[in-house]
Structure formats: C-alpha cells, structure tokens
C-alpha cells in the first residue's frame, strides 16, 4: 500500500498552528507525562516533538499525594501524583535553561488551588520569554470555594479563564476535565472567557480495589484514569468540542499509535497529545509523527490540514 | 541555537537505552521463580550492580505498562557459529506474582521483548577490606549478585539470606562460587537455620561491629535492618521497590519519603531516579510508606 | 490458599434482597447483554442467577439504529443498538411464560421517550405478577423536551421515578448513566424520589473512528463504551452512591470474573450485573458466583454481607 | 414451578455449545490465508453447512470479543494412540484482516482456544438433481465447502470462485476432488479468467436457467449475484456478515434489514439467529447496510 502512492515522493507538510504556536508537527507529550521534557531525551531529540508540554506547575512546590499513586487497570491505569511539581521558582532556574536549548516551543501546563494562585502563575509565567505558550489545567478543586473543580462548572470556568487571560499575553490554551455531563457547555465557556485554544481530555475520574486487602489501590483513594482504555471517551469530546467551538482543539486520551492519533484529527483535533504510552514505549511519539506522515503519503496527500476535521457523515 | 542530541547525552552521561531484543532463555529455577537471560548488545558495559531495567512482557497492551525488576547479572553466551562476537546478555530473576509475571513465565527462546536501561542509581562499593554484609530477602536477593561480585575482589562479602520456606532461597551456590560466604535461614526451618535473617545479622554485626551492611527485601525486613544497623552506627545501603510507571523520573509515580520528610515541607524522592539504591540515612524511615504488599519479598 | 481454610465446610449464605427482591446470589445480568434470558440458555442454568434482567423494553416495539451498531475498542466495546425491543405486548405474550418457569426472580428494564410514556410502561409492568422487580433506564432523552437526557438532570430525573413510582406498587430500580458531572446529586434525587434501589452505571459515551474510510465506526457516530475497560469509572460510582444513598447499590460496568465483582461488592454495592462479559464467556456469571463464593470460604466468611462495604480505608 | 435444564433444551432442540479445546494445526494455505483444525468432539455431528462459529483467540481479554468465522469443514484425525477414538474437529479458513486474527495466525498447535457453536441457520438443500451453482468471492467461499459436499449426493454441482488475485483462491482442489465443477475468474487474471465471478454467473445461468444459487462473499458481488438471481427468477441463498458481539442473539448488534422492512415499520433481523444464511427474497436488496468494510471479500 505503502509504494502505491510511490508517485508523491514530497513528503507531506505536517506543521500546524496551535493558539498561534507554530509546530513542525501535531504530535506532543501530554503533561505530566513527559516530567520537564529532560528525562526523555535519552530516547528521543525533542526537536523532533511538535512542542513540550511541562508537567503541572504552581505557584509554591507542590508535594503531591501519598504512595501508592499509580495502579494498572485493564488498558489503563490510574494516577494520583496529586500534582507533585518543582514550583514555578523552581522550574525557571532549574528547568528553563535545558528547554532553551531546543527548538520546539515549550508548552508549560500550570494550576492553582485558587482563583487568585491561577492569576499569579499566569503573570509569573508571562515574562518568561523562552515559553512559548500555556496550557491551563481546571481540573482542580477550588479550595476557597467548597472545593468545586473550576472545570465541572462553566462560571467557574470562565471565571478562571478570564483572570488568567488579564494577566497574560502568551497564548492560552485551556484543558477541560472529562468528568462533566456536557463538556460543550465547558468548551464555549472558556472559549468567551479568552482561550486561544482547548485541550481535552485530562484524566477520568476512577478508582480500583485491592480486593485481598479490601483498600483502594491508591493511597488517595480515586485517581485519573488514563491510556487506551479512555480512548472511545476522549474522542467523542473532542468531536464534540471541535463542533462546538471555532479555536484550535488538542485531543489527548489513550493514544498509542498513529492510527489512534488519526481519530483524534479526522474528529477535528488540530493537535494531538501522548500521555500514557510514553511510558510505554519512550520513543511513542516518534512512531506516531511517522506514522501520520506515511498515512498522508499513502492518502495522496501532501498537507496534514486536509485531513484534520475530514470526517465524513 | 538548537542542541545536538549526542552532546547532550554524552554532557549528561546517559547510558540507559530502549532495546529491541528477544529472549534467550527462560527457566523455572525454583516453584514461582523464573531466570530470564535477554539478548542485549553493549548492556553489560553501562550497568552497575542494584540497577534495575523496564521490562515490556508482550507487543501487544497487555499488560499496559512495563514492570520493573532488578539486573541480576550480565554476561557472554559463546556465539551461534565460530567467527560471530559473543552473545550479550542481561539475566533477571523474577517470581510469579501476577498478571504481567505470568505473563513473562510462558515466554520462550526467540520471542520479542523490549527493556529499558539500565536504570536508576545502583549500590557504592563502601571502604575496600572492610567486611561488607548483604542482607536478602527472598526475591530481594536479586541486586545482591552483582554487588557481590563487585565487591569480592576487594573485601570479604558475607551474604545473609532469608525467605519462607527453601524454594525462596535462591542461587546460593552462585554466591559461594564467587567466594562469598553465605548463611541461610527460612522461616519454616526447611533450610538453613529457622527463624529470621536479622537475627543472624545482629549476631554478625558483633563479630564484625565495622561492616558495611547492604539490604534487599520486604519491608518489614529492611526496617527491622535499619534499625539494627542504625543503633549500632552500622553503615547501611538499601534496594527498594515501588509502583512505577515510566522508571525515568517523569510519572513521579514512584516517591518514597526523604529524610528531610515532614508534613508540612514533603521531601519525596523518585525510587526510580534517586533510587532504587538509597543510603538508609537518606529516607525517612518513619513513615516510609512504600506498599508492603508491592516488595519482592520473602512471601 | 483455598485448601488453607479447609475447616470451614458450610457454605456462605450469598444470598442478598435488593430493593425487596430477594436472591439467591448476588449476580445478575446486565439488561441488553442477556437478551430476554431464552438465548444463554444453552449455556447456563437460570436457576442459578441471582436474578434475570431483561434487555430494555419500552411501550411499542423499537426497531434501533442502522448499522454498524457495534465496534470494539481496547479493552471494550461500542453499541449503538437503539434499544431495539419487541415492545412490552410481545414481552408479555412471548417472552414471560418462558421465564415464570423458573424460579429466579425477573427484573424487567424499561425506558420511555417521554415522560408520559415512561409512566404508561410502569402501569402496564405493575399487572404482571411474573414480574419481580423493574428497572428503570434513565439514559434516554426526553424528546417532548428539547431531548435532555432525564438522567444527566436531577430535576428531570426525579420527575420520571416520582411519576413511575405513582404508578407501581413493584421494586423499583433506577439505572443511572455515568455521563454526568456529579453522579450522586442525580443518585440522591432519585432515592428521594422514591426509588428502591440504584444500579450503576450505564454506558459510557464514545466514539471511534474507522481512519481508512473517516467515517465513524458506528452508523450512529456514537455509542455506548461497556467491558473491563470502564471497570475504574463504575467502582469508583459505585462507591460515591453507596456512600451517599441509603437503599441498596447495584454495581456494573466491566466486571469479568469474580475478583471484579469483589471491588464493587467492598464498595458498598449489594448486588453486580455482568454485561460485555456474557459476550465473551457465555458462562461468566457462573464464574462469578463460584468465584465469590470461593473468595467467602478462603476469607472465613460465612455471609456475604461481612464483604459488601466493608471497604478499609 | 421450575424447569429442568436438559429438558429445557430437548425441546428447544438446541445444539450450541461452548467448547474449551486446542488447536490441532494452524497452516498458512495461501499468503495471508490460514486453515486452523480445532478439536470439537461431537461438533462435527451437529454442525450444519452455512452455520458458524465464534472463535475466542486468547483466554487474555485480547481481543475483548470473540471473532466469527464460518466452518469450512468437519472430521475425524487419527488417534495419537492405538485403540483411543478418533479425533473430532472442526476447520475454519481465514484470513488475516486485523487484531484479532492477526493473533490467531500466530497461534500453534496444542494452543488453548474457546470455540462456541455451531451457531445460526445454515443453508437448505433446495430439490434433488436440480443443478446448485455455488458462488464464492475470496474467502466467501468458506462455508460453501460443507454446503458443496452435501449436495453433491443429490446433484450436479457447480463452483464459482472469484477472487482479486491467485492468492484470493483457495481450495478449488478439495472442491474438485468432491466432483465440483470448478470455474475461476480473478479480477487481474492472474488465475482463472479475467474478470467478475458474477459474468460467468450469468452464462451458467443461460446453460441452466432452473439452476439453485447459493452465494457468500463481498456485499457488492452479493448484491449483483441476487440482481442477476431476480431478474431471472431464480432461487438464491446468501450467507452474510454483520459485526457480531455475542452470536447467539442476545446484543442485537448483528441485524439486518428484512424484506417487510421499512422507515416506519422496521424490520431489523439477527444476522447471528435468522442468519448467516438467508433466501435472498426475505432481506431488503435496495437498503441492506451490512457495512462493506467487514465483508470477508475478495479484497
Ligand atoms: C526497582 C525494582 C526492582 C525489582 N526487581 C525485581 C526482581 O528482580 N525480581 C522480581 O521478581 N521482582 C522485582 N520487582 C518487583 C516486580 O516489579 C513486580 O513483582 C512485578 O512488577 C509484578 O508484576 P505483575 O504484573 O506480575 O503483578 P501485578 O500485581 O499484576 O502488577 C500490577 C502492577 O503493580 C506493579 N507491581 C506489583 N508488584 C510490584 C512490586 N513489588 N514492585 C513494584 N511494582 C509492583 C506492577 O509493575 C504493575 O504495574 C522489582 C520492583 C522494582 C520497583
Ligand atoms: C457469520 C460470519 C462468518 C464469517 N466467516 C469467516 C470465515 O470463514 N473466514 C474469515 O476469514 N472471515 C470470516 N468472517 C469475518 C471475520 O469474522 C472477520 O474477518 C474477523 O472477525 C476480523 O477480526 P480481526 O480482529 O482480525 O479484525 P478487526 O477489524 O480488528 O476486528 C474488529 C472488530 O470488527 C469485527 N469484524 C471485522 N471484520 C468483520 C467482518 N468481515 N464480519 C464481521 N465482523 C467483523 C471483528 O469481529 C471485531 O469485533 C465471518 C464473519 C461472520 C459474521
Ligand atoms: C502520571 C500522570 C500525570 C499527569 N499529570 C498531569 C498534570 O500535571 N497536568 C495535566 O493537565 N494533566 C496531567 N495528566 C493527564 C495527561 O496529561 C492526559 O490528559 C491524560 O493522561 C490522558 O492522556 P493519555 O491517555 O494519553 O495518558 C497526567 C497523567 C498521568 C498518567
Ligand atoms: C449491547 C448492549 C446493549 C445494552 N442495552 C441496554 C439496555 O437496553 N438497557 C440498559 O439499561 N442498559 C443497556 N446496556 C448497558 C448494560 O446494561 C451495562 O450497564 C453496561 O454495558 C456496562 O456493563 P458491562 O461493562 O459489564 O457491559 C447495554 C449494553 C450493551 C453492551
Ligand atoms: S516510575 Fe515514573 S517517576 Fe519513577
Ligand atoms: S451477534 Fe449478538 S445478536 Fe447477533
């Protein structure tokens, strides 16, 4: 199939904008996965990466939650790192310089535990003039207000969306918590409140058993669910989103191969991120860049952009 | 502007690598207890004794996740046919104890399989002469081969070795081939001594107050070791297990609890990273709060 | 370690009574992976289940989507049935006679496209004494009013079970979807309703995509995720709703074997329903109900109940 | 008040079971094509030709569900020992397409597999010494072997085959040797004649014009094959494919459109129950959307 299309020797544009983040490719890591991009490098250039995207950051360092945090599922597995991170203090000194060194725009994802801590690493992220953009991570329980997860709640979400984009002028991309009854609702809200684009989906909410020992598999109790298990969800929210709203989307949720990546672009994802399966197989997203320019090669075509949002109904 | 890849890695050091590579061999050496010898060119080279690899049973998903597990030994297998380089090969020492175990238990000579190393920082080889004491538990006696046979050469070794019964007492005659002088204790008395491996310990650590002592197993033992090497002053490393996703530094899936550790100024520590060999005074042995149920263990 | 506890000969009692019905196991089938009980038949003895649930009726026969309505994903499945059913006449000519010959209790599953039609079905099932229990699918949208899912709205969701309850005197069962932002807020509205017990949890939302054709996998776009795959999103609501709610908890969502069904039980769930799993070992729920009750004896338990909720945490 | 099992399903007649088994052999025939023997006592002695069955691949839950697959054929092997019965099992002939039997190609004799069936309604014999033209597109021609060696007691038989390539055609030998009249068209000529299986169809039909059809491939050759069948009023069975779950029933995820079928008053039937194999006048021609993708085919 591959020599078919022999013909088309010109390899195919893969670049695409994001928020008006340029990338040679659509293909980057999923935060928290990929820590500050250094502990990959022995397996991968990451100027070979679409962008970086930095594990979650905020404003102080961040201890994260009990052990264990991490457990297998069946396809899947389920985290509760409880956000452990450097700081942001932290991540300019230590990690900043190593990130220069690329070509590939760093994406840093960040949170914060309340309104006025998401305001402050917007500004603090700001001036750093090595970060390409920012990705907004609302998956967080707003502690001063009973604890409501900025992302379940579309004034919520505005809200922080709003505050954010005051504080910053890089470009913004917000990513939405799956665990909603009607992630459309999320999407256009934080689409008024200023987003440059979204990104969705962060981890379901689950939780596992240890049966002999009757306790759950995780010191916290529940954790995020991700890998390929969550797949068939990510990309109907991602469909349903890229219908919803005119910014760029990103889709995220259980790739592992190209052909997963493909879903996510023929639904309308501009972008796709991997999470999970760089755990399994650190060279995953190399594969799956590969892989999108041979099936556009053997599709006869010459620009990624004609087959994102190709879905035919 | 941009960094070349090879500077990096060589500014950085990095030695650990994806291998593409398929079995040698895989035998049942005792009830539950596998050796696997996996072809890997060069790995030998790079690893130091209490490394450990990520291991990919199956192509296919499942299990999703690599497992972890210590580098038992590396060596040279005579090639296929005259003329050829000697075959590379890393060994590991694994016990059935679920999914992913079983898994690998039924894999044959030939299948593919993929692992990620050599990972993590290992054991320090401690003052020459002086009696170095390697305290195993069961599966724990993994990262204690290779220890042993670095530390030989330049110092008495005396390994200490505990499990349930004598089908957990593994490769002793190994050991004594490198010269190490072992003692071995089983729960049930079915071999060696009955009782606990840290009651021949204290009893060594008077003969030899200076020893250096090294430590593989479940926790509950390695606590019992610490506090025996802690009260006497006794120099103490330890190989510990957690839950890990990535095995790099990047998930913090993996923490254990630093000394410096309080509620109020966390100090977590990646065992994959910083570990899996730590300085028993580097942690918090309080609260460490490593799953019991997750150690190689005796059990 | 079976042979371990050896002296322990009795039995354990696994029988359990969900929302009055009694049953002689906690295991049952999930509705629409069971058929109307008559098609495994070859393969299991329903005298041996806990209970049968049949595949969703409603008022007139339904006749579902176009197909494809099935894919399969990792570690799950897709449907996009439609709900297909004989309707409730030919339920009750065709399909009842065959199930009063046993003695396993029958629980009917129901839905309705509007409210009135919900209420309609209810009356009718309320004269069939062969009937033990109904449960109510509140999964559907309610087409009279702009489509809302009843189930994602726990006004609207408390409209149908109120209404439902006025018109039957039998168990009721209320099955609530996972596609909602917090389940228990929709749990509580149905027990305050009057609902006798809860299941859960329907099928998640997804969708996949075949990338050779861009054309969605199922004719209907999306479907319903089921099979292991979903197991950590249903524990986990299962465990909410059992910590929320007074009446009994049916868990389903992903279980295969015993050791699955054990992580709803020590949540707090009464009974489990099998579904996906039927598909692939006709005689699943046999494995489930020796398997549990082999877990019972190796536990020294002699009562299920010392299992259900007895979650350490 | 309650019945009993065995009576129960006398009188339903039922036939399917769910065999744990091995894999006697698993043989490449053709590239891409394998033939797998599964050992299924008393199989044999209720399969009926058209029926199939539903295959599971891996006790590991990968792939999730079961796979379809007509039965080419039953028989007896040797015993391994003097004295012992013979060797019941059951053939099928696939072709690797995707996951599912991707594994499947990888598995070898003495494997463990789980086979449920037989399953469905197969084909009716239709009136005695009336010529039967079988036509098969690719590895449609699976199950058409049992149906061609039933009918050959009865009456003259004939095969068409139709595939892309030499490759797409298999087991025209083992039809002759039955005493089919074999006739073979590939779309690139690379076997047979050049051209459609379904032009030969029509000059057959002219020679036999009261000739029994019984076809099974790819839906657009079905439904030129029933075309051709109705315009000249002759009697035509198809086996058909739909994605199937369970097989037995009970998902609903398998049907197809009835010939009563309309937008208000659907009829959707079970591909898996009132299926595979279906007299062509009681399916709706013009709107059947068994998806194309999954036909077995030529392709
Ligand atoms: C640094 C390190 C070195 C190890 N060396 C060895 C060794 O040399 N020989 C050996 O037999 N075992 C060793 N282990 C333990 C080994 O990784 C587990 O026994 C194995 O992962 C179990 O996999 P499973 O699928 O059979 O079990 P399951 O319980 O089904 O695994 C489920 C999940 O839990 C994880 N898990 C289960 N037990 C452990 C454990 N004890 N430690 C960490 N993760 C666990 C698995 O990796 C997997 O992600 C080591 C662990 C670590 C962290
Ligand atoms: C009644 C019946 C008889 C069949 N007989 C044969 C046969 O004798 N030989 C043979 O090679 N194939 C046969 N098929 C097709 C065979 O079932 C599929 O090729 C096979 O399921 C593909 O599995 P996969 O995992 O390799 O493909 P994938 O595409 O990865 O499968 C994904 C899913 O789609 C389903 N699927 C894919 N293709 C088909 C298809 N054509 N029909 C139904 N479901 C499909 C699979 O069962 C699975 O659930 C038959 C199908 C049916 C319904
Ligand atoms: C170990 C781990 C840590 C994660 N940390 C973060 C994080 O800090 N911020 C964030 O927005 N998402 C985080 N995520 C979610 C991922 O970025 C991603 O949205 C999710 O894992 C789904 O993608 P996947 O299935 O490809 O893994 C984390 C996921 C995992 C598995
Ligand atoms: C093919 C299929 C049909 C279903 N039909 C119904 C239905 O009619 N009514 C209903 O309440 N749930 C229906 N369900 C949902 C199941 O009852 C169950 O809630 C879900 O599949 C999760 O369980 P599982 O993972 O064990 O399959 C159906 C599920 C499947 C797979
Ligand atoms: S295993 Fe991922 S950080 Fe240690
Ligand atoms: S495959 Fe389930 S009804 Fe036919």
Same mark, same amino acid.
Request: overall charge neutral; proline content about 5%; hydrophobic content about 40%.
């Given at each position: 199939?591959?020599?078919?299309?022999?013909?088309?020797?010109?390899?195919?544009?893969?670049?695409?904008?994001?928020?008006?983040?340029?990338?040679?490719?659509? +293909?980057?890591?999923?935060? *928290?996965?990929?820590?500050?991009?250094?502990?990959?490098?022995?397996?991968?250039?990451?100027?070979?990466?679409?962008?970086?995207?930095?594990?979650?950051? @905020?404003?102080?360092?961040?201890?994260?939650?009990?052990?264990?945090?991490?457990?297998?599922?069946?396809?899947?597995?389920?985290?509760?790192?409880?956000?452990?991170?450097?700081?942001?203090?932290?991540?300019?000194?230590?990690?900043?310089?190593?990130?220069?060194?690329?070509?590939?725009?760093?994406?840093?994802?960040?949170?914060?535990?309340?309104?006025?801590?998401?305001?402050?690493?917007?500004?603090?992220?700001?001036?750093?003039?090595?970060?390409?953009?920012?990705?907004?991570?609302?998956?967080?329980?707003?502690?001063?207000?009973?604890?409501?997860?900025?992302?379940?709640?579309?004034?919520?979400?505005?809200?922080?969306?709003?505050?954010?984009?005051?504080?910053?002028?890089?470009?913004?991309?917000?990513?939405?918590?799956?665990?909603?009854? #009607?992630?459309?609702?999320?999407?256009?809200?934080?689409?008024?409140?200023?987003?440059?684009?979204?990104?969705?989906?962060?981890?379901?909410? *689950?939780?596992?058993?240890? +049966?002999? @020992?009757?306790?759950?598999?995780?010191?916290?109790?529940?954790?995020?669910?991700?890998?390929?298990?969550?797949?068939? +969800?990510?990309?109907?929210?991602?469909?349903?989103?890229?219908?919803?709203?005119?910014?760029?989307?990103?889709?995220?949720?259980?790739?592992?191969?190209?052909?997963?990546?493909?879903?996510?672009?023929? +639904?309308?994802?501009?972008?796709?991120?991997?999470?999970?399966?760089?755990?399994? #197989?650190?060279?995953?997203?190399?594969?799956?860049?590969?892989?999108?320019?041979?099936?556009?090669?053997?599709?006869?075509?010459?620009?990624?952009?004609?087959?994102? *949002?190709?879905?035919?109904? | 502007?941009?960094?070349?890849?090879?500077?990096?890695? /060589?500014?950085?050091?990095?030695?650990?690598?994806?291998?593409?590579?398929?079995?040698?061999?895989?035998?049942?050496?005792?009830?539950?207890?596998?050796? %696997?010898?996996?072809?890997?060119?060069?790995?030998?080279?790079?690893?130091?004794?209490?490394?450990?690899?990520?291991?990919?049973?199956?192509?296919?998903?499942?299990?999703?996740?690599?497992?972890?597990?210590?580098?038992?030994?590396?060596?040279? $297998?005579?090639?296929?046919?005259?003329? %050829?380089?000697?075959?590379?090969?890393?060994?590991?020492?694994?016990?059935?104890?679920?999914?992913?175990?079983?898994?690998?238990?039924? $894999?044959?000579? &030939?299948?593919?399989?993929?692992?990620?190393?050599?990972?993590?920082?290992?054991?320090? =080889? &401690?003052?020459?002469?002086?009696?170095?004491?390697?305290?195993?538990?069961?599966?724990?006696?993994?990262?204690?081969?290779?220890?042993?046979?670095?530390?030989?050469?330049? =110092?008495?070794?005396?390994?200490?070795?505990?499990?349930?019964?004598?089908?957990?007492?593994?490769?002793?005659?190994?050991?004594?081939?490198?010269?190490?002088?072992?003692?071995? =204790?089983? !729960?049930?008395?079915?071999?060696?001594?009955?009782? %606990?491996?840290?009651?021949?310990?204290?009893?060594?650590?008077?003969?030899?107050?200076?020893?250096?002592?090294?430590?593989?197993?479940?926790?509950? %033992?390695? /606590?019992?070791?610490?506090?025996?090497?802690?009260?006497?002053?006794?120099?103490?490393?330890?190989?510990?297990?957690?839950?890990?996703?990535?095995?790099?530094?990047?998930?913090?899936?993996?923490?254990?609890?630093?000394?410096?550790?309080?509620?109020?100024?966390?100090?977590?520590?990646?065992?994959?990273?910083? &570990?899996?060999?730590?300085?028993?005074?580097?942690? !918090?042995?309080?609260?460490?709060?490593? !799953?019991?149920?997750?150690?190689?263990?005796?059990?």
């Amino acid at each position: 199939m591959t020599t078919s299309k022999m013909a088309n020797l010109k390899r195919p544009n893969l670049s695409v904008e994001v928020a008006g983040i340029k990338m040679r490719n659509p +293909v980057m890591p999923a935060s *928290g996965t990929f820590g500050y991009g250094e502990e990959y490098t022995p397996f991968l250039d990451l100027n070979q990466l679409g962008a970086v995207v930095t594990k979650g950051l @905020s404003l102080r360092p961040k201890a994260g939650n009990a052990m264990p945090r991490i457990t297998e599922t069946v396809s899947g597995m389920l985290n509760a790192i409880g956000l452990q991170n450097v700081g942001i203090d932290a991540f300019i000194r230590d990690k900043v310089p190593f990130l220069s060194r690329f070509e590939t725009p760093v994406i840093v994802n960040f949170f914060g535990n309340s309104l006025e801590e998401y305001g402050e690493v917007a500004a603090r992220l700001n001036d750093i003039s090595a970060i390409a953009g920012v990705e907004l991570n609302i998956s967080c329980p707003n502690v001063k207000q009973g604890g409501i997860v900025f992302g379940t709640d579309p004034a919520a979400a505005s809200e922080v969306v709003s505050l954010v984009r005051s504080r910053l002028q890089k470009p913004l991309i917000v990513k939405l918590t799956p665990n909603v009854t #009607d992630i459309t609702v999320i999407a256009r809200a934080v689409e008024e409140a200023g987003a440059d684009a979204i990104c969705c989906i962060n981890t379901l909410t *689950g939780m596992s058993i240890d +049966v002999r @020992s009757r306790k759950p598999s995780l010191a916290n109790k529940t954790g995020g669910l991700s890998g390929p298990a969550i797949r068939p +969800v990510a990309v109907r929210m991602v469909y349903q989103v890229a219908q919803t709203v005119k910014i760029p989307v990103i889709g995220v949720g259980g790739i592992v191969n190209a052909m997963d990546a493909l879903e996510f672009l023929i +639904v309308g994802a501009t972008a796709v991120q991997v999470g999970t399966a760089n755990f399994i #197989d650190p060279t995953a997203m190399i594969s799956v860049i590969d892989g999108i320019e041979q099936f556009c090669i053997d599709e006869g075509m010459d620009d990624i952009h004609q087959l994102i *949002g190709s879905l035919q109904l | 502007m941009s960094v070349n890849r090879t500077e990096l890695l /060589k500014e950085k050091g990095e030695q650990m690598q994806n291998y593409n590579t398929i079995i040698l061999s895989n035998q049942e050496v005792s009830p539950g207890y596998f050796r %696997m010898r996996i072809l890997a060119p060069g790995f030998g080279a790079k690893a130091r004794s209490g490394q450990f690899l990520m291991f990919r049973v199956q192509h296919l998903l499942l299990p999703l996740l690599r497992r972890p597990f210590g580098i038992f030994r590396v060596g040279l $297998l005579p090639p296929d046919c005259e003329g %050829m380089p000697p075959k590379e090969y890393v060994e590991i020492l694994y016990k059935v104890v679920g999914g992913g175990t079983r898994i690998m238990s039924e $894999l044959h000579h &030939g299948d593919h399989v993929e692992l990620l190393g050599p990972l993590g920082n290992g054991f320090t =080889s &401690g003052a020459v002469k002086k009696v170095k004491i390697l305290v195993g538990g069961g599966i724990g006696l993994v990262p204690l081969y290779m220890l042993a046979s670095e530390l030989v050469t330049q =110092s008495p070794v005396r390994l200490l070795m505990g499990g349930r019964t004598r089908d957990d007492i593994l490769a002793v005659t190994e050991f004594e081939r490198l010269g190490v002088e072992t003692y071995v =204790s089983t !729960d049930d008395g079915s071999l060696g001594e009955e009782g %606990m491996v840290t009651e021949a310990l204290k009893r060594k650590l008077v003969r030899f107050p200076d020893a250096e002592v090294y430590a593989c197993g479940p926790m509950p %033992m390695l /606590k019992a070791v610490r506090d025996i090497c802690y009260k006497r002053g006794v120099s103490l490393q330890v190989s510990l297990e957690a839950h890990m996703a990535c095995g790099v530094g990047a998930c913090l899936g993996c923490v254990v609890k630093g000394a410096a550790h309080t509620e109020e100024t966390p100090q977590y520590l990646c065992c994959c990273k910083a &570990g899996p060999v730590f300085m028993a005074e580097t942690l !918090d042995w309080g609260k460490i709060d490593t !799953d019991d149920k997750s150690c190689g263990g005796c059990a």
